[in-house]
């Protein structure tokens, strides 16, 4: 058993999340990520090391700032176990430093692009060139690192696949797709292609397909506001998160 390592994992997705809260609430504000620190959005307090430390800050605190008392939102201690469960599954899933590395990245994005996507019905740029550089960087060193040119060229694949997928139904409904979904998937396609064309197919399958029964059941409930955009952002990161992780253990293709 690697006990060790999953433990290291689980520390490390919970400070990610935590960062990763910040993310979410900064980018679409056009904020800096690192400047200034962690404040209450609503009295401005700023926060002490102690009321930083991710989810038992939130416990210790009982979901409300220390001074102003107003209540915190359960979604930051939500995104933070996220991230500790999906580095987690990852680290039970892959062994190679170099890759666990590339796709606690790669989990990180899409955690951060779901949840600005269900905010703002936006998948900021930012985040995707800002992690990019990063992702391929640790994947190509995974490659030479293996000797394993093909998952490179493979990943340069999955992005061209991905991407022109996407890019297709944007260029068909530009209204329903925007440009955004397109370069997503086109940096889910890198990373899922490194792991193999397959994980790159089940990507695509699973994200219309959530989007499909999901679509089907708001429909069924809300059948008068049937017009409401649903964003797409969610059901891409639930699937490539999946693939991910399912890649290479399912063999159909
Ligand atoms: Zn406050």
């Not at 991710?54 to 009982?62: H, N």
């Not at 490659?143 to 991407?163: H, Q, T």
Request: net charge positive; proline share 5%.
């Amino acid at each position: 058993m690697r006990g060790f390592e999953v433990a290291v994992a689980v520390i490390i997705g919970l400070v990610v999340g935590s960062f990763l809260n910040v993310v979410i609430y900064r980018v679409p504000r056009g904020e800096s990520i690192v400047t200034p620190p962690s404040r209450c959005p609503r009295c401005g307090h700023r926060l002490s090391a102690w009321e930083n430390i991710p989810v038992i800050s939130f416990l210790v605190l009982r979901a409300r700032c220390r001074a102003c008392h107003q209540p915190i939102s359960w979604r930051y201690p939500l995104v933070e176990l996220l991230a500790g469960v999906a580095y987690t599954a990852l680290a039970l899933r892959y062994s190679n430093p170099l890759l666990l590395a590339g796709l606690c990245i790669f989990a990180a994005v899409l955690i951060a692009e779901a949840i600005i996507d269900l905010d703002t019905r936006k998948l900021p740029r930012r985040v995707i060139y800002m992690a990019t550089p990063l992702s391929v960087a640790f994947l190509l060193g995974d490659a030479l690192y293996s000797s394993n040119v093909r998952m490179a060229v493979d990943a340069a694949l999955g992005a061209v696949m991905a991407g022109a997928v996407f890019g297709v139904i944007h260029l068909i409904a530009p209204r329903s797709m925007g440009f955004g979904d397109v370069r997503f998937a086109a940096y889910i396609g890198i990373n899922l292609g490194f792991l193999g064309i397959a994980a790159v197919v089940y990507f695509l399958y699973g994200a219309f397909i959530f989007g499909a029964l999901f679509g089907v059941a708001f429909a069924l409930l809300k059948s008068k506001t049937l017009k409401v955009a649903i964003p797409f952002g969610p059901f891409m990161a639930l699937a490539a998160l999946l693939s991910a992780l399912a890649a290479g253990l399912i063999r159909v293709l």
